[in-house]
């Protein structure tokens, strides 16, 4: 339910897991050992489980969500293109961007000279990765002061 807000915050370079089938009790264990928020909109889990380091997201909106997330915690620092979106891996610089030539579209081969890969799955990322909206969203946020 939550996976869109996992991929934004990964984006913006928080560690972020996000496995939407995992048990309650493995969920609270892993938060334990590595010290981690769960972020839920399982009010169960909370009231039952007796979760301490918990935020309970109530907006509908990923985009709310995120802002929640950020009130919530006092997040005012973001480190965009630092995380992979899809497996939460680092992510490095490419020096020499001949090197992925081949593993982007040529316009965009031709148009970014800031590439990044994952260390983790090799997924390759450039500046304009991401969509338009989200960048202004972002911007608006960034407007309140933070
Ligand atoms: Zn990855």
Known sequence: MLGRLARWMRFLGFDTLYSPDISDSR????????????????????????????????????????????????IKQFNPLSRCVECNGLLTSILDKREIQDSVPEFVFLHFNVFMRCIDCGKIYWEGTHPKKFREKLNEILKKGW
């Not at 981690?36 to 990923?62: F, N, Q, S």
Request: proline residues 2%; without cysteine; hydrophobic residues 40%.
């Open 27 to 74: 969920l609270i264990r892993i938060a334990k050992e590595q010290d981690r928020y769960i972020l839920t909109r399982d009010t169960h889990l909370i009231e039952v489980k007796g979760v301490k380091d918990y935020l309970l997201i109530k907006a509908d909106d990923p985009f709310e969500q995120l802002l929640e997330v950020f009130d919530t915690l006092q």
